[in-house]
């Protein structure tokens, strides 16, 4: 990142704008706010997953088609939330939605194999690099069971993961994500804190932190963990951190892991459930070239319907297959699921939507680049693939520590306001990024950035 004159943001104009931004959204979703309330009498909070709150009221959504949604009110906006990057294929897809309803009268669920669930581990057997499959039913169940099987496989019960990364809602890795900052301890030695209440203290312990683009922090931290007779089972990662915005892997970052964890007999597993099928055909295994011995898929996967997968070598699936560890669950492979993901990974996921993605998430990019620059933001445009964010931070972020150091919550949460309101619909939370649909287009890309240059204006005028 190079560096450059950027301007001091007035505090008072950003809290005087989030004002105006959050009266006139408030305004718009007066249906939201009418079905909020009926919502929070049955439904814990209002909303299915705590993920989907927001103050004062969050959104509810009727319909989406392509590039677009519509809310309960018949606001309309571009989505570049797309349900957290789980609908690049876009919504609707005609292909998707064939294949659904084709299998809709079929039959819906036996728990018995299809060969639709065949075909998918095939594609994915090609694309990911990694020969054997076997599915679940979101990104939590996948990261659960690849931690399970990978304990399995080793005899191991530590677990090595990156501090700040988040991989589901599960006890084995619901450790050191969004703590209270000045409490993580030293780099080399982070503390292991649960992300909430209700985590066993037993099971925190035997999730151990390490900083992300710091392989000489982690082999430090893995030796002195084999020192302690506590040696690792698997390092979990995700090959580009996509929830704090997003940190790329710095040169030779991914390779070093991969060299140091072969070198020491640890399972390597790429968590993909973001990245997967989002900044490639084959995930961050084709985007950055570095063969995990593990991968674990959701989101995308199931173009919408929920589904998740877990690939891995040969040897290490052998711990399932001679049922020494049990992956299991009554929907693994649902026929609708698989039906899906059949049709997205052979009609729509092709290799010339992932040109169209890189076309324009480069536009989108280079546009939002432009404005930080027009307007001298400290910040900067970051991504890959279908995924991208602008980072409002001074300096360039590579872990966490950097990231609470430097990132602009309060230029987040205006931004966030400014899209809304301007019918753009953007992924909730200081942490997240924009994810693409195959649907967008150029007008789309070009709209997301004028609404940009809209409150980069404002801010500095
Ligand atoms: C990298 C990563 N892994 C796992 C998960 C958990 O996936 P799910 O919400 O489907 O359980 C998420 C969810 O955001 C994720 O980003």
């Not at 979703?29 to 814990?44: D, I």
């Not at 000489?216 to 990662?237: F, S």
């Not at 049990?326 to 492979?333: E, H, I, K, L």
Request: glycine residues 10%; charged residues 25%; aromatic residues 8%.
């Amino acid at each position: 990142m190079a560096q450059r004159a950027v301007v001091e943001i007035d505090r008072k104009r950003i809290a005087e704008l989030t004002e105006r931004e959050e009266a006139k959204l408030n305004e718009s979703t007066q249906g939201s706010k009418r079905l909020f309330e009926r919502a929070r009498r049955s439904l814990t909070g209002g909303v299915p997953s705590s993920y989907h709150l927001r103050d004062p009221w969050p959104i509810y959504l009727a319909e989406g088609k392509g590039p677009r949604i519509w809310d309960v009110d018949g606001n309309e906006m571009l989505d570049f939330h797309n349900g957290f990057g789980s609908m690049v294929q876009g919504h609707a897809h005609p292909a998707i939605t064939e294949a659904v309803e084709t299998r809709l009268r079929l039959g819906t669920q036996f728990a018995a194999p299809t060969e639709d669930g065949v075909v998918v581990a095939e594609h994915l057997a090609e694309r990911f690099r990694l020969p054997k499959w076997r599915y679940t039913n979101s990104g939590s169940e996948s990261t659960m069971d690849a931690i399970r099987i990978a304990r399995g496989f080793t005899g191991r019960d530590t677990i090595v993961k990156i501090f700040g990364s988040y991989h589901g809602h599960h006890d084995y890795v619901m450790v050191s994500i969004g703590v209270p900052y000045d409490r993580i301890g030293d780099r080399e030695t982070y503390e292991s804190l649960p992300y909430g209440e209700g985590i066993p203290q037993a099971v925190v312990d035997m999730t151990v932190a390490v900083p992300f683009n710091d392989a000489g922090a982690m082999e430090r931290r893995i030796e002195r963990l084999i020192e302690e007779d506590r040696k690792p089972a698997c390092v979990i990662m995700e090959a580009a951190m996509m929830n704090l915005g997003i940190v790329l892997p710095e040169p030779g970052y991914l390779e070093a892991v991969r060299e140091l964890t072969e070198r020491h007999g640890i399972v390597l597993v790429f968590d993909e459930v973001k990245t997967g099928l989002c900044i490639a055909g084959g995930g961050a295994v084709e985007r950055f070239g570095v063969q995990p011995d593990m991968i674990t898929l959701a989101k995308s996967l199931g173009a919408g319907l929920p589904s998740g997968a877990i690939g891995a070598t040969e040897e290490i699936m052998q711990v399932v297959e001679n049922e020494r560890v049990y992956q299991v669950g009554t929907f693994n492979g649902n026929p609708a699921s698989m039906a899906a993901a059949r049709a997205g990974l052979e009609q729509v996921l092709t290799p010339e939507a992932y040109e169209h993605l890189d076309a324009l998430n480069d536009r989108l990019m280079a546009g939002c680049e432009a404005v930080v620059e027009k307007y001298s933001l400290p910040g900067y445009a970051v991504g890959v693939g279908a995924k991208g964010c602008v980072t409002f931070s001074p300096e360039k972020i590579v872990d966490y520590e950097t990231f609470k150091a430097n990132q602009d919550g309060e230029l987040m949460d205006l931004a966030w306001l400014y899209n809304m309101n301007r019918g753009i619909f953007m992924t909730p939370g200081r942490e997240e990024e924009w994810t693409l649909s195959v649907t967008h287009s150029f007008d789309d890309c070009d709209a997301f950035v004028g609404v940009f240059e809209e409150m980069a204006h404002d801010l500095t005028a």
